[in-house]
């Protein structure tokens, strides 16, 4: 979240800020956290002041007693005591307003970089790159699901029957498919100094709170509500989570770790064309990368980030572009993020396979993340990153469609090795 030093000293531009990324009620809020921010230190001011009095009077208190002055003992007694009744109350209050302060803060999403574009809604994103060619297919070309089906490399009936829609059934070689796309991404990463970890698919509330899924993404999470753990929507909820409540030195910075994972998304609210096939599902494998890091090195963070996973997009041979999103279009938690599509030829369509995001001290502050200077000692809020490097289900959409054949699907030469196999088809 937001931290109350930004809010205080800088209140226009953070309005301004959010009312770019069209925050409802931008000011309101920010003056309902000034608000309670003022009823808590008057609070503290008048506690701080009641705490000096008391220790004045009970020291006046022991010098009575010993001149034998009981009867003004007994009365400055009784007004110690209506103090304290008072620092009861005064207390409360201050929590009051302490908590009333954080819930709002709670709903104020992350302000934008400087760099991010004006913009509604995805049509006002920016295209900052282009890569790799077009394949050039007969307008009759099947879409993937016809060839998932074609090749028996997949079953959605099959995953309704047992689950429901959104869940796939990989079969045969797309299952060993999936395998090493997960391999060559977490390999990837290895070679580019990633630590790999291996998390928990649920988390608790805390966890969703601190990287800010909750409460703006409660709806989108599947819940399990007897033990009150939600399963994770991308492996960037566990792996940052890893550094909750940690103070990290200098010198260990920048982590990085790399994570793969099971997705879980409701996508409640989705419908049409952009659910069909692989194209949307409530349940992918996905390689997330993450960092954290010194602010004045973040966005240098950022720029190796977003070479990495071009860098993927390439060996794989997909043609793609790298949008900047706008204010609009970002996610709650994100100061600036890109997002990586490829050319689903078939279809005719981008597909986003990542978004790569700067969250700077916004993850951080509710995560309570933070590093220790190694000269001053001073303790400061590090800056969260992460991105998708990759998200499976379209990577496969746009392979199969980009490199299909009467024979089957040809396989990208950098993942032979992994799979054993340079087609994909309804052969063992």
């Known amino acids: 979240m937001l931290t109350l030093k930004l809010i205080s000293e800088e209140t226009e531009r953070v309005v301004k800020g959010l009312e770019k990324k069209h925050f409802q009620g931008a000011r309101e809020a920010v003056g309902k956290v000034l608000e309670y921010d003022k009823i808590r230190r008057e609070c503290q001011q008048k506690l701080d002041g009641n705490k000096q009095q008391q220790n004045q009077l009970s020291k006046q208190i022991g010098g009575l007693m010993k001149e034998g002055k009981k009867e003004e003992a007994n009365q400055i007694k009784e007004t110690v005591a209506g103090l304290k009744a008072t620092d009861k109350a005064l207390q ?18 992350n302000i934008p970089h400087a760099d991010v574009p004006e913009g509604k809604d995805a049509s006002d994103n920016v295209v900052v790159k282009e890569g790799g060619e077009k394949p050039s297919l007969p307008d009759d070309a099947p879409c993937h699901w016809d060839l998932l089906k074609k090749f028996n490399l997949a079953d959605f009936d099959l995953g309704v029957k047992i689950t429901g829609a959104g869940f796939p059934i990989y079969i045969g070689k797309m299952a060993r498919f999936q395998r090493a796309l997960e391999a060559f991404f977490l390999d990837e990463a290895r070679k580019n100094g990633y630590l790999e970890v291996q998390p928990p698919l649920v988390v608790n509330q805390a966890s969703g709170l601190g990287t800010g899924q909750l409460p703006d993404k409660e709806g989108q999470m599947y819940h399990a509500t ?3 753990l939600y399963l994770i929507p991308t492996a960037e909820v566990p792996v940052t989570n890893i550094f909750r409540d940690e103070i990290l030195d200098e010198k260990e910075l920048p982590v990085k770790r790399c994570a793969y994972s099971a997705c879980f998304r409701r996508e409640a609210g989705s419908y049409g064309k952009d659910v069909r096939g692989l194209n ?10 993450v960092r954290i890091d010194k602010p004045e090195h973040s966005y240098q963070s950022l720029a190796e980030m977003l070479e990495h996973v071009e860098g993927l997009l390439r060996k794989l041979e997909l043609p793609y572009h790298i949008l900047r999103l706008c204010g609009g279009d970002m996610s709650f938690t994100s100061a600036i993020c890109y997002d990586f599509e490829v050319w689903s030829a078939a279809q005719k369509r981008w597909l986003e396979v990542s978004s790569v995001s700067n969250f700077e001290s916004y993850q951080a502050n509710r995560l309570h993340c933070r590093y220790r200077h190694t000269e001053d000692k001073k303790i400061e809020l590090c800056h969260t990153l992460n991105g998708s490097a990759l998200a499976l289900p379209r990577i496969v959409a746009a392979i ?3 490199n299909q054949t009467p024979e089957g699907i040809r396989v990208p030469k950098v993942l032979v090795p992994y799979c054993g196999f340079e087609m994909l088809d309804d052969k063992m």
């Not at 209050?93 to 302060?101: G, I, L, V």
């Not at 949307?280 to 990368?289: A, C, G, N, S």
């Open 226 to 228: 007897a033990d009150d």
């Open 92 to 109: 409360e209050a201050m929590e009051k307003a302490q908590q009333d302060m954080t819930e709002v803060l709670l709903t104020i999403p």
């Open 280 to 289: 949307r599902l409530h349940q992918f494998d996905k390689v997330e990368i």
């Open 400 to 402: 199969i469609e980009n």
